[in-house]
């Protein structure tokens, strides 16, 4: 059957049995073979369904929600790496892994490119090994070759398995610690703007507070019921760059114009920013250095599986209804082939993105907004309703493209105008939404509310014990602190182990604190039993892992579904109590 036809429940899928494979007899490669079996008759309709309106703005709006944090790490880079690392090298690395993961991934959803903790990495060895005389660059080629054979090993291992573990505990704590890092750096940048002068550190504080004010409103707009609906759409959409492109500008007017702001550093078009090519002597470099190399590739490894497969769940997370399957495995794969070429091409380790990831997928939705007509006590009350996401491959490859010809001449001069400033203003939008949609700030908030006043449907009112609720977010506070602790000392080389211990930290040690039924309140999780049937379905659930048995393709289609048919029972639920409201706006003229 053709992918374009084929629905949710149709899709090709693994036995359920509840019959699980000791770790010994782990059948290696199973989980890659599901993976492509699973999303390959999809791989058609992953172009044709991107004939909808809502790819051109998502296109857009992840080009510059994917560049512009980008830029400002590479100054972060830049500056602590002795400009071994500057604005082409990210460029190239986020040109990579937007055209791989776009053309070859199981879930293209997924946004690829350099992140804040990889960042931290790479200057942390830097501190470490440049000290020793050892060749930077040949050093970092040689972990990302150790590091692609990890991840290849781990892949057809099919160790993605452990997802099912992973539930919103671990990701609520790492999105945090990540909107908290866009937030230091933002810092970091207005900081040093004191060493131009006093006038230009004022100025920058003041700019990129009104691109933080200004980019934040643009949201809101686009979330609420002011002006028209195509309006809302397009501020929502646009708001960001148009954001920037103003304050670039803005600086010029008036007194301001004489004051000197410090600019984003480039260098010549599709050239490396120090003087070398694109291809590392890897075999510059002593032996022991190469075998020295491991333990960081173990540790750049460990960062990767954890933070490339919550940025894969979450942008895949249980309020998208998603119709595509995942693949885990197969995408841990790929990771691994981008972390060696990167290695090779001396540039940044490219992986998934938090929160651009699903920024990327709330792009793509296409959203209902209803109004209840039959209710007269909510009369003019609406609430927003997502009716699909347009799954795609072209927003991801199109914005990878765009991001290829920004590293040219001209675009590159223009790069230059932007003033440090507006990056910070940036990362303080980037990290305010990320906090703002994270489980651990949104418990915060229910805790400072006035409890007479918080509405009884709220279900961590159902939690008997309040205390309970204060000790998990603790934990949770906790294990961000440990990890944002350690990145800011010498020994930031060793947070991927910090991160990695908030599965069995979860898995563990909590149920023997908290009930069962608390549990099921304050922790779920993150993506949907569909979307984690590439990793045997989720921890507790009674299915099938993927190492089971491989099936033939006219087994599979023959094979009991129902996770997918619960899941699509569930979209035509929602469905049906539209149909008995008042059906105000849909966000874009696509019909499924």
């Known amino acids: 059957m053709d992918g374009q036809g084929l629905r949710r429940e149709e899709t090709p ?8 494979s000791a770790w010994w007899q782990t059948r290696l490669l199973s989980g890659m073979l599901n993976d492509i079996r699973r999303r390959a008759p999809f791989y058609w309709s992953d172009w044709v369904d991107a004939w909808d309106y809502r790819v051109v703005p998502a296109t857009v709006y992840m080009y510059f929600a994917n560049i512009l944090p980008a830029l400002a790490f590479s100054l972060d880079m830049f500056e602590k790496t002795n400009m071994s690392f500057g604005v082409n090298e990210v460029l190239l690395a986020s040109v990579l892994g937007s055209v791989v993961f776009s053309l070859a991934a199981a879930q293209p959803l997924v946004i690829v490119g ?4 990889i960042t931290v990495f790479n200057y942390t060895v830097y501190d470490i090994i440049t000290p020793r005389g050892t060749n930077y660059f040949a050093f970092m080629c040689w972990i990302g070759i150790w590091s692609l054979i990890f991840h290849w090993i781990l892949a057809i291992t099919n160790s993605c398995n452990g997802l099912r573990y992973v539930t919103r505990f671990s990701c609520d704590i790492f999105g945090f610690y990540v909107a908290f890092i866009y937030l230091q750096k ?12 006093d006038a230009s ?4 504080i003041v700019i990129s507070l009104l691109v933080t004010v200004v980019a934040y409103i643009c949201g809101i707009i686009g979330q609420s019921t002011l002006l028209q609906r195509h309006v809302r759409k397009f501020v929502e959409d646009y708001g960001t760059p148009l954001t920037v492109i103003f304050f670039t500008g803005f600086i010029h007017i008036g007194k301001m114009a004489g004051i000197e702001l410090s600019k984003l550093p480039t260098s010549r078009a599709f050239f490396p920013t120090t003087d070398r090519g694109w291809f590392i002597h890897f075999w510059d470099i002593s032996v022991g250095d190469v075998f020295l190399a491991i333990p960081f590739a173990i540790l750049l490894t460990i960062l990767f599986w954890f933070d490339h497969n919550v940025s894969s769940l979450i942008a895949q997370g249980t309020e998208f209804p998603l119709r595509k399957p995942a693949g885990f495995h197969w995408d841990i794969f790929l990771l691994g082939l981008t972390t060696g070429v990167a290695g090779l091409l001396g540039i940044p380790f490219p992986n998934g993105l938090i929160p651009q990831a699903p920024f990327h997928t709330t792009s793509l939705c296409v959203v209902r907004t209803i109004s209840d007509s039959d209710d007269e006590a909510n009369k003019g009350h609406t609430s927003r309703v997502v009716d699909h996401v347009v799954e795609q491959r072209v927003s991801n490859l199109a914005q990878g493209l765009l991001t290829l010809g920004t590293m040219s001449g001209p675009l590159l001069i223009v790069l230059n105008l932007i003033p440090q400033a507006v990056l910070a203003g940036l990362f303080f939008v980037m990290g305010i939404q990320a906090l703002e949609a994270n489980g651990i ?8 509310k006035d409890k007479h006043l918080t509405p009884q449907s709220d279900p961590l009112m159902r939690l008997e014990r309040r205390w309970v609720l204060w000790a998990f977010v603790g934990l949770e506070l906790i294990g961000f602190g440990a990890t944002f602790a350690i990145t800011q000392t010498i020994a930031a080389i060793g947070f991927p182990v910090f991160i990695f211990l908030y599965i069995p930290l979860r898995t563990f040690l909590m149920p023997r604190i908290f009930t069962q039924h608390e549990l099921g309140i304050l922790d779920a999780p993150t993506a949907s039993p569909f979307t984690m049937e590439s990793v045997g379905g989720n921890h507790g659930q009674d299915v099938g892992s993927g190492d089971d048995v491989l099936e033939d393709s006219d087994e599979a289609e023959r094979g009991e579904r129902p996770i997918a048919e619960e899941r699509l029972r569930g979209v035509e639920g929602t469905r049906a109590s539209v149909r008995n409201s008042e059906v105000v706006e849909m966000d874009d003229i696509t019909k499924e």
Do not use: C, D, M, N
């Open 13 to 20: 899928g693994t036995r359920r049995t509840g019959k699980k």
């Open 114 to 117: 350099v992140t804040g903790p």
């Open 186 to 197: 933002g810092i970091q940048v207005l900081t040093r703007q004191w060493e131009v002068s």
């Open 201 to 204: 550190a004022y100025l920058s």
């Open 441 to 448: 700030t949104l418990k915060l908030l229910f805790l400072l």
